[in-house]
């Protein structure tokens, strides 16, 4: 069973994506991607992601290493959440219904593909597309998160067992000063 938690640290994000924290405050700054919980009680709110985010900034990153601009990136982006309301294709990757797919000419072209007969439809009208499977990229980031939540674990454990030594030696240090 994939368990998962509410919100991640810009550090976890930068565990689990491989993009540092000053992309993700560039591409909040300029607009590509924002987190989407913040704490604005605070002077410098921290950044918090959701399972979702993540996800939608695997993609731009990904997009982006191909050679795909910025600005047709941000495009891209404001037509999921017009044209198919940016959640819902990567929650069906999230949850495994759908093999979903980004299919994109990098230029004007910008498709969500849940089947190969939809991509092999828009594939006819010829041209170069590249392809970013969601799909896969989401059963990837749920190993990782699992590994992450591994991680934190063992770390929390050798807190603990630390913690545990130097009391038993402060234990050990009181009795003997009592004598």
Not at 61 to 78: D, Q
Not at 161 to 178: G, Y
Request: hydrophobic share 40%; aromatic share 10%.
């Amino acid at each position: 069973m994939f368990v998962y938690q509410e919100e991640y640290s810009v550090l976890d994000v930068e565990r689990l994506t491989h993009i540092k924290r000053h992309c993700l405050a560039y591409y909040d700054r300029i607009g590509i991607f924002s987190p989407s919980i913040t704490n604005a009680k605070r002077k410098r709110a921290r950044r918090k992601y959701t399972l979702l985010d993540i996800l939608v900034l695997q993609a731009v990153s990904e997009l982006k290493l191909r050679g795909m601009a910025f600005n047709k990136i941000r495009k891209a982006i404001e037509y999921l959440r017009k044209h198919h309301g940016l959640e819902k294709p990567f929650h069906a990757a999230l949850d495994g219904r759908h093999n979903v797919r980004i299919l994109t000419d990098g230029l004007n072209a910008f498709y969500i593909c849940f089947n190969d007969h939809e991509i092999i439809e828009h594939l006819k009208t010829g041209g170069q597309y590249m392809m970013f499977d969601v799909s896969d990229a989401a059963f990837d980031l749920k190993e990782k998160i699992m590994a992450l939540h591994l991680y934190k674990r063992k770390q929390e454990s050798e807190k603990f067992k630390q913690t545990d030594s130097s009391c038993i030696n402060l234990a050990k240090w009181q009795s003997a000063q009592s004598l």
